[in-house]
């Protein structure tokens, strides 16, 4: 039976982090800020709980993140009608404009490395990180219960 190369696959995943954060230095945003811009920009908005659950980091994580791009000016709060104590984050034009540079250049980088491996190889790739991610997802909705 084969068995994982877990080390191997740890160096692998850090070097595609390393990737992704050349790649990104462009648009200013580290990866945990593309992927919280990534997601108001599907949400339209979001409270800081909800951007807490969506990218599986605590609320303080979240809120340092957003107070971090509030200053820079990437996104900007709005009162939450429903709700006085808590408010709405959303993306501003800079935000936006971020944003698109970032999916640029991880586009480009996608198509890079996507050159480099076979159809088959690419299938298998993607079948492991969507797997890996629905049982990280079930992980943590069951710690959450």
């Known amino acids: 039976m084969e068995t994982l190369d877990v080390v191997g696959l740890l160096q692998a995943a850090k070097q595609l982090e390393r990737n992704i954060s050349v790649s990104l230095m462009y648009s200013g945003l580290r990866f945990p800020q593309f992927r919280l811009l990534h997601i108001l920009s599907e949400l339209g908005q979001a409270t800081v709980t909800e951007l807490s659950e969506k990218l599986s980091v605590t609320r303080a994580t979240a809120s340092v993140m957003v107070n971090e791009l509030i ?75």
Do not use: C, P, Q, W
């Open 71 to 145: 200053r820079v000016g990437a996104v900007t709060v709005v009162e939450n009608d429903s709700d006085r104590r808590s408010f709405h984050v959303m993306l501003t034009e800079l935000g936006t404009n971020k944003l698109h540079v970032a999916r640029s250049d991880l586009s480009a980088l996608r198509n890079k490395l996507s050159a480099r491996y076979s159809d088959e190889m690419i299938r298998v790739l993607n079948e492991f990180a969507t797997e890996a991610a629905v049982r990280h997802e079930g992980r943590m909705r069951g710690s959450a219960g």
